[in-house]
């Protein structure tokens, strides 16, 4: 049996005989703040086809990564702690529309400062722009009822 001088040595020799380091697993995502159904919901997100939205799979890639960015960081959580639901968070007009928008097809890759329980603030090209929720083309006067994006173009 080798010495523990020459097992450390072995890896630390990339020439040598040594087993190979293995990478670190992938991380799972958290979303330990989020109820199961939507936690379930943007893990089938992930695993979806591209939908179609308005013409551009480049903006329907950063909805997706901003909805994971919202669960990971902590903020949908925040949300929905403070009264937000699911579709202001996660909503998406049912005819890929403006006619609704929820804080993820809204942020467009901005980063969240700041979020009370009406409104959520964000860095915005050289300034701020803030998400009012349910304002203009976030639910008020929607003329279809909004679907969670996981739902959006099945």
Partial sequence: MPSWREVAASLLDPQGAGPAPT??????????????????????LQRAPTARFRGDAAAWARVVDDAHALAVDGWAGKALALGWNAYDVFGIGKRDSLDF??????LEGRTI????????????????ACFERGGWGHGRDASAPPVLLWQFGR
Wanted: charge should be positive.
């Fill in 23 to 44: 990478p670190p697993p992938p991380q799972p995502r958290r979303y330990s703040d989020l109820p199961p159904d939507l936690a379930t919901g943007l893990e089938r």
């Fill in 101 to 106: 928008a929820g804080l993820a097809v809204w």
């Fill in 113 to 128: 400062l700041v979020l009370d329980a009406s409104r959520a603030m964000v860095r915005d090209r050289g300034g701020m």
